[in-house]
């Protein structure tokens, strides 16, 4: 049985591999285990475990603390994910690392982009991701990198879903907030589950970088009208709760979308962004 010590062990994307893996030996690294913030203090809760992959998931993927505080997230993003790599050497483990679309989103030109499409990020998070991906392609032989969409779902056995596009429309609907979602953009976005299902593949991948991603070829708004139809809301309620942001971006289309085309090789796949929507409705009872 593999031994796999998962950073960030209680977030949703974690904890919805765990939950699908019980096939794993699950070695947690929470926050009481090791601050991020304090890359020393992950180099020695590292230096005291045994095992054969490291998935590391954690990191402050909130944008805007990353642009407030740009020193912490460098600790938190990149230099705790440093000690991860030594650990990594010293105990000849593999690491899956989770990038992100937002090394993309700097880039004129618009997706799908493949994955040896060059990065270029105007986010500091984006560029922290930027950062550790070469830290681990220039110094391990043994890695997975895979580069996310925006991941989706609701909470469940009290683990909270991060914010998405469906809780983003679901609190809309249910508190009548009016919201606006972005005209301007375009992204993947996936159910977490589709990760999870696949995971026992994805460790097996050979070393490289592949995207994750279903197919989506919504906007941002148009993908949260969308959602909100699948919850049954009628059009009165769309016109006045599901609102376009037309100032969001004006300045350049966004377009983060990922070609899927190498992980697909390997019999992974993550279908469309409609068909993503109505699993994880159906899952959680909504439809």
């Known amino acids: 049985m593999k031994k796999i010590l998962v950073t960030g062990a209680n977030g949703y994307i974690a904890s919805f591999v765990r939950k699908e893996n019980p096939q794993f030996e699950w070695i947690l690294m929470t926050r009481k285990d090791a601050d ?14 045994d095992f054969d992959i490291c998935f590391h998931t954690a990191a402050n993927a909130t944008t805007a603390i990353c642009e407030e505080q740009p020193e912490l997230a460098h600790k938190i993003n990149v230099e705790s994910t440093q000690k991860i790599i030594e650990a990594c050497q010293k105990k000849g483990a593999r690491l899956i690392f989770c990038g992100t679309e937002q090394s993309f989103n700097g880039k004129v030109n618009h997706g799908p982009f ?11 998070y984006g560029q ?13 032989s043994d890695y997975v990198i895979l580069r996310f969409s925006w991941m989706m779902g609701l909470s469940f056995d009290g683990v909270k879903a991060s914010p998405n596009i469906i809780k ?23 159910y977490a589950k589709k990760l999870a299902k696949q995971f026992d593949k994805i460790v097996n991948l050979p070393t490289d970088i592949y995207h ?5 070829q919504f906007t941002t708004y148009e993908s ?3 959602v909100a139809k699948q919850l049954n809301a009628n059009e009165e309620q769309i016109q006045k709760l599901i609102l376009p942001n037309h100032e969001r971006y004006a300045d350049r289309f966004r377009d983060y979308r990922l070609d899927t085309k ?4 390997f ?15 159906s899952d959680f009872g909504w439809n």
């Open 36 to 49: 991020l913030s304090n890359p020393d203090s992950v180099e020695a809760f590292l230096n005291t475990q």
């Open 114 to 124: 493949v994955e040896e499409e060059p990065l270029e990020a105007v986010t500091v």
């Open 128 to 140: 922290n991701k930027m950062e550790c991906e070469e830290l681990i392609r220039n110094q391990l």
């Open 168 to 190: 983003n429309v679901m609190h809309a609907l249910l508190t009548n907030t009016p919201t606006l979602f972005t005209v301007n953009e375009k992204r993947g976005m996936t």
């Open 212 to 216: 994750v991603s279903n197919y989506n």
């Open 224 to 226: 949260a009208v969308y």
């Open 262 to 265: 190498k992980i697909e090789s």
């Open 267 to 281: 019999g992974i796949t993550f279908g469309t962004f409609e068909e993503n929507v109505k699993e994880v409705l």
